[in-house]
């Protein structure tokens, strides 16, 4: 049940919670592409295939098959995986880096900038996600998104669902679990902030993979917020 | 020498360059003397005595004499050590912990949010502090200080001058030494900044201690930019 008056922290996922990333990366990856000559490219496919190696890469880290690697290195490994299965081989270094970096660029979905700047006034807002610093940094300050802070897998040295990032965040936000609400379109993310004692806001974003989202379609659980938007959850918030 | 077009981001000291501690303290220290019924309080004193006991805490844990304690825990031991000696016993366990939290409301000197507002429009500007995140998260709400991120001693579970703080925030900023701005009003921080490939600015802060400074009463070292306030910082670096 929600408890507005322990909320001192909201903490937001990013990929997909609170930015776009399938548009970006598609249009981006077009307009590398076309760069080459490659006019009729499928960039909503080409992000899903890059966006798929994702969570298989993460989890080689979290299991210890792999010692700690940032987000970077693993979107370009990834990267490096795909590009000849899309005809994208004539990209040299630079192109390819370029690429990587449409990661450091994504937009935001509209709510998510107005969402966030009302919780700002009430609350401490921060990113709370996979990505890299450097990466959440630029990705902030291009959208214009007004965090306190940025908490990610770089700061902690894990990749949620680890709970040493659950663990982590609360510890660095004061150690009151209950202060802390993560609000995500994930409900594996929000079920273990749940078991570690943070507050969860479930936000609706069914467009995350366009039409072929085939998880997250509802909220799973009685999360304490359920919304369509982050403005829903700065309603919900009374800010 | 000052390579401008290297740099991408500039991080900030924090007690002492960003904010002015010492009056703050005295301030809230003489407020909380008040409330119990003491009128003729030495608050600057006290401040300085709280301080006196920030580095040889954090020097215990420097040396492994003990294992990683966040600063807001160090804070509140040296206050512990020093209520007896100011007659302040009297404070409740409630006005203790709100007086510890005076650190977490220090009031920036006056150039410091013109100064990083600008530096914020074509660099990514940061803390580079000590202090716990929390703390800085809070301090930087309070005085209205538009960071991009947050890194400090909780990030990297260790106290400058320890090497694993330059190493990590240059890691967490991409990876480029000369990239990286350190800015502060303390020798010893910039060289070993310095040390570890950033860039430098002095600002000099000739009233962190009051009357009574002993170090950094100058550049010690030919720093790529030395100023009197991080405007200045903002004009050397045409922001």
């Known amino acids: 049940m929600l408890n507005k008056k322990a909320v001192k922290a909201v903490i937001f996922d990013t990929f997909g919670t609170v930015v776009d990333w399938r548009s970006s990366i598609a249009r981006e990856a077009r307009a590398a592409a076309q760069s080459i000559g490659i006019e009729d490219f499928d960039g909503d496919s080409f992000a899903d295939a890059w966006r798929a190696g994702y969570h298989p890469k993460m989890k080689e880290v979290r299991d210890g098959v792999r010692p700690w690697t940032t987000n970077d290195v693993l979107h370009r490994e990834r990267l490096e995986d795909i590009v000849a299965d899309f005809g994208l081989d004539a990209l040299d ?115 995350e993979y366009g039409p072929n989202k085939k998880t997250d379609l509802k909220a799973e659980q009685d999360w304490e917020i359920i919304a369509t938007s982050i403005e829903q959850v700065a309603d919900a918030l009374d800010c």
């Open 93 to 207: 270094e630079a192109a390819r880096f370029d690429l990587n970096r449409a990661w450091h660029r994504l937009a935001p979905w509209p709510d998510s900038v107005p969402g966030i700047s009302r919780l700002k006034n009430r609350y401490i807002v921060s990113t709370f996600s996979n990505g890299s610093f450097g990466l959440l940094v630029n990705l902030s300050k291009n959208a214009k998104i007004p965090w306190d802070g940025i908490l990610c897998s770089d700061v902690f040295r894990a990749f949620k669902p680890a709970r040493e990032c659950y663990l982590g965040a609360i510890e660095l936000l004061g150690g009151e679990p209950q202060s802390v609400m993560l609000c995500a379109a994930h409900n594996y993310d929000l079920s273990q902030g749940r078991k570690y004692g943070m507050q969860t806001a479930y936000v609706d974003r069914p467009l």
